[in-house]
């Protein structure tokens, strides 16, 4: 498995291509703005892009993906949860970032426990709502892409449209603390983490 990550824009927001090494597939996980970096390694790798996985639905996560759908023909998949945010430049606050307002239509809702396949990889879907309403993790073999629910040693805002405290709290503990000590953890922010650190570490969860 190949696993690339770029960190771009003004809120450094982590996009990740993960693609089999097989079969070249791959799916994007949250492009932000730096669309040129993603084509540069598509293109170097010569990866099939079958999907845009998006974590959540605000602006700092998608500032690319029109641009980037247009390049790879790919479909847009979210949580159901999300999909007004998405369609919604005010809801998904990219009218008031730095970037391209962004308003689009996704091709698939994801809901909890739905797998998503390319090449000899399936990718879980981990519904961790409390950032948003339809905040969700990505379980790829031992990988772990938590978006904006979970990073090292803090946990997501809940202050925003959709937040909730005591939900992303809940979803920590009991859809992402189930997991292994040795799985790797990949926050939408900051560096990557594992969930036996975040399990002994992090102040949130004691």
């Not at 696993?3 to 597939?25: H, P």
């Not at 391209?100 to 399936?122: M, R, W």
């Not at 339809?134 to 990988?143: P, R, V, Y």
């Amino acid at each position: 498995m190949l696993i690339r990550e770029l960190s771009s824009g003004v809120y450094g927001a982590n996009c990740f291509i993960v693609a089999s090494q097989e079969t070249k597939d791959a799916i994007i996980i949250d492009p932000s703005d730096n669309t040129k970096g993603l084509m540069d390694i598509i293109n170097d790798e010569k990866l099939n892009v079958k999907y845009i996985v998006l974590t959540h639905g605000h602006g700092d996560h998608i500032g690319g993906i029109v641009e980037l759908k247009d390049a790879t023909n790919s479909e847009i998949l979210i949580h159901e949860d999300d999909k007004e945010m998405l369609e919604d430049k005010e809801l998904n606050l990219s009218s008031q970032m730095p970037m391209v307002t962004v308003e689009i239509s996704p091709d698939v809702l994801l809901k909890d426990g739905d797998l998503i396949k390319f090449g000899n990889l399936e990718a879980k879907v981990i519904h961790t709502k409390g950032h948003t309403k339809g905040c969700i993790s990505i379980k790829i073999g031992d990988n772990i892409f938590t978006g904006d629910t979970l990073f090292k040693g803090s946990i997501g805002r809940t202050d925003l449209y959709g937040g909730s405290y005591d939900d992303i709290i809940a979803s920590i503990k009991d859809k992402l603390m189930i997991y292994e000590d040795h799985i790797k953890v990949y926050p939408g922010h900051g560096p990557s983490s594992t969930i036996g650190y975040e399990r002994n570490n992090n102040p949130f969860l004691r």
